[in-house]
């Protein structure tokens, strides 16, 4: 599926409708260059899920867990990880094979321990159509019509 957004507020608007209907125990990807709107759409996730408490990127701490909604929320950001083994030490076999919903930004960056189900959700910019256009693509929805659920 793809949806094209032509400001922060539509990109929040996706994040929040793929919040509301998250399921236990997914794992969405979240890649795309720095500034394209991760951190928006990944806001719009935590409304989505009824997550009230300001989400911003977790710089210092690979993980941020967010307990108050719908479901456990792992806001993952492995950008600095140098080691895979650093996510053992966070336990986050934990955090993927638990109930909540984890949703890990530069995820290729550990590609080795990412299980193969998931949902990956890629941000680009085109500049020719516009400096607030991003072309978002989710694959790997369930089945039930990755259309009919947004
Ligand atoms: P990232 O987390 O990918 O580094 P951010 O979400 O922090 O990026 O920042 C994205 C920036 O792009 C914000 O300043 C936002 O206002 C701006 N922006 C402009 N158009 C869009 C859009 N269509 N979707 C998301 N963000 C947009
Ligand atoms: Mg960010």
């Known amino acids: 599926m793809v949806v094209e957004t032509r400001s922060p507020e539509e990109t929040f608007a996706l994040g929040e409708k793929i919040g509301r209907t998250a399921l236990p125990g997914q794992i969405y990807t979240l890649t795309g260059d720095l500034g394209v709107g991760k951190t928006v759409l990944t806001q719009g996730v935590a409304a989505g899920l009824g997550i009230r408490e300001a ?55 550990i590609a080795d321990i990412l299980p193969e189900e998931h949902i990956s959700i890629k941000i680009e910019k085109d500049l020719s159509q516009g400096f607030d256009y991003r072309r978002i693509t989710v694959e790997g929805l369930p089945d039930e019509g990755e259309s009919e659920r947004l």
Request: with cysteine; proline share 4%; charged share 25%.
């Open 55 to 109: 989400v911003s990127s977790p710089t210092f701490t690979i993980v941020q867990v967010y307990e108050e909604g719908r479901l456990p929320f792992y806001h993952f950001d492995v950008y600095r990880i140098g080691d895979i083994e650093e996510m053992e030490e966070i336990g986050y076999d934990d955090y993927f094979f638990g109930n909540g919903v984890c949703l890990i930004e530069w995820a290729e960056l």
